[in-house]
């Protein structure tokens, strides 16, 4: 901050020193014409503006060049109200506005070669990411997979009960370590995308198949569904949003007490479609609200298991389809997710 201001300092000093100067040695004209001086003055004004952008750079070379330009069209401003000799107005202006706009256009161009090396470098970072991802995927399943393998075989030789239990746990634990990679590959493969693919669906569809997916886990602990869609919702989605809703799902069900139930609807707000996942649970402290949606995060760190990594996957999809997602509190205990989704007519 401090370079910055005493580099405003000498610019702002040496314009008004040549203002002076100027003044000193040449006279002011009797009369001149305004539509000339607007447009000079109006040039002068943006390369000022310009100034802002230059100096973001960084970039000495940018900077000198654009004060000689500047100077240049400073130079030919004064012009407009004063008698000097002609080459003054000819070949100073031309050699010190043609000077700045050589030195800046080779400083544009070392900085986009600098962007492309960039970019190039990125480019291959992610693709090194994903493949070391890809790679680590297949080998932490396969090994997973060989304990869920050997797991099973050992629970069809009719072992003792403590044996039974303990092969019960070994499941359950392998079973949410595959869960967990699954996810994490999931998000990462999210985060490397910045756009999808749209065809026209419908999100009672979209949301009965996620409920089928999560039929096992309500059935498990006698959760009641209670869905309130009736029709049509059309909306520009991709095969993806269906994991949303099924990450959300199997949160409600996670979370809400044996017996209770859990309620879906809608809502028509402007050019959404908003739906609503109420759930039975212990609901989400405010302070829990604001980072319940980034990865690792959990709000509930108690006997249920989780990874922190679903609700992350939920909102990078919502991204990508140009919605949000929320959470409140549901008045009749719990939480609410709200997703929102672009209609179909839509302009997003």
Known sequence: ????NKFYKICIFLFLLTLLLWLSIFPL???????????EGLYLFCALLSLLIIYKLDDARLVAGWFLFVYGLFVDFLDEFTHEPDFLSVYFEAFLTASGLLIIASGFYYHLREWEQTNEQLRYEISFKETLLDVMRHDLLNLANVVKGYS?????TNPDPDTTRYLDKIRKGNDAQIKMIKDISELARLESVTAITFQEM??????????????FLYHERNIQ??????????VHANNILKQAFVNILSNAAKYSPEGSS?????????????????DSGPGIAD???????????????????????????????ILLHKGSVNVHDNPAGGSIFSLEIPKVNSEF
């Open 287 to 317: 302070e829990d609200k604001v980072h319940i949606f980034k990865r690792f995060s959990r709000a509930h760190k108690g006997s249920t298991s989780g990874s922190g990594i679903g609700l992350a996957i939920v909102w990078h999809i």
């Open 202 to 215: 419908d999100l009672s569809l979209i949301l009965k198949e996620a409920l089928n997916e999560s039929a």
């Open 262 to 278: 859990v309620r879906i609807y809608a809502e028509d707000v402007d050019a959404y479609w908003r739906i609503n996942i109420a």
């Open 1 to 4: 901050m401090h370079t910055e």
């Open 29 to 39: 004209k009797s009369s001149f014409d305004t539509g000339d001086v607007a447009v």
């Open 152 to 156: 099973d075989l050992l629970s069809m």
């Open 225 to 234: 569904i209670i869905n309130e869609l009736e029709g049509a919702y059309p």
